[in-house]
């Protein structure tokens, strides 16, 4: 088969989750024999080199065509964060040249929902695999900028402008007509446009706009019941969404034949951001007495100012080693330094790859109770669950695996290995291959 993936980002210059199992998906549909190459977005808005541009390379050994362009491209920057009508124009070119068979989306912010359209008009099937919110959040979070939760698009989504475009929020407000220019914008139909009316326009048709184009698909993958739960939650039809879990390559990763002689070392692995809330292990690392210690390794370059805060409260424990991310193939001997996991998430994650990766090392997890977490780590049999945000409860947690190794022991015993790359990626060829609703 002939098969195109859609990615808003792509390595080698973005490696968080979903562009690590994108490329690892296509890798393996090319290894069976399939003809895959990636449409990517290359999210570098600054305005240089001119307003559009766009390169063609090989990573991975997968043909990539990666598009970037300037954040006032268009006049409404808001519009363009879900609906892009260029950039459709240039994949339908794309589609037609390639003569694809078959779309599979991961992500499409920044590259705009309007790109189905094309997959459908073309008659390529479509596969649309939810590795986050974005369909339902413009924060992609799920949360509210005070860092509570949020179930999903309040009031058909016109209730995300307080929350995601407050200044918005307040200029409409002030304004006296406010209440017929909301009126009008809740009527639809948004233009692109710096008027106030066509930039709240823009905001609260955003979530019908990308329900309607979540349901052009084909198949619809959610990686976690829970994931599928919150889209049902929001109105999804629940016979719409299929949940597969993701399969890892654990390739090189495997569980140590003994615990190694150390201090119990504890681990965070991902993106120093407060929603990851590494501060979380730090701070409770300091209420644990005996023979430990931390290991954190994360990029600091997206949260510069909460990463300054946790480098200098890691500075005021000896025991806290806080270290850079790290490439690919390092995994393996990340993981082999550590002997349990800590995912201190204090927003609804998903299924953290993370996770998966940890388990394939044989390795326990602690775990915010929060999310798809409460999924993927099964409390007091191969990890344990805390309150999401509690630093004595992780606390208590820590301190009980230090005194009670017969309990750490139990947790590794129980540690299953995650399912493999080559079974998810068999079920997709199978979603693949299925006749079109």
Known sequence: MRITLIVHQFPPNYFTGTEQYALAVGGELARRGHDVDVFALDPAFAERDGPWRESRETVGGLPVRRLNYWMLFGPDWARLEYRHPFMAEVFEQHLRERRTEVVHSFHLRHVGADLLDKVVASGARLCISLMDFWFLCPRVILMRPDGTPCGGPPDGGRGCLPCHAPELAAELTARPDAAAIALLAAAGGSQPGKSLLGRVASHFERFSYLREHLLLADAIVAPTRYLRDVFLDNGIPPERIEHRSYGIAATGIAPAASPPARPLTFGFL?????????????????????????????????????????????????RVELLGPYERDELPAVLAAIDVLVVPSTWHENAPFVVLEARAAGLPVLASRFGGLAEVVHDGVDGELFEAGDRDDLAHRMQRLVDEPDRLARYRAAVQPPKTLAAAVDEFEALYRAAPR
Do not use: M, N, Q, W
């Not at 590494?278 to 997206?302: F, M």
């Open 270 to 318: 991902g993106s120093y951001a407060p929603h990851k809330a590494p501060h979380l292990l730090v701070d409770a690392l300091a209420a644990v007495r005996g023979d430990c210690r931390a290991i954190l390794r994360g990029r600091a370059s997206d949260f510069r100012t909460y990463s300054e805060a946790l480098r200098t409260a890691a500075a005021r424990d000896p």
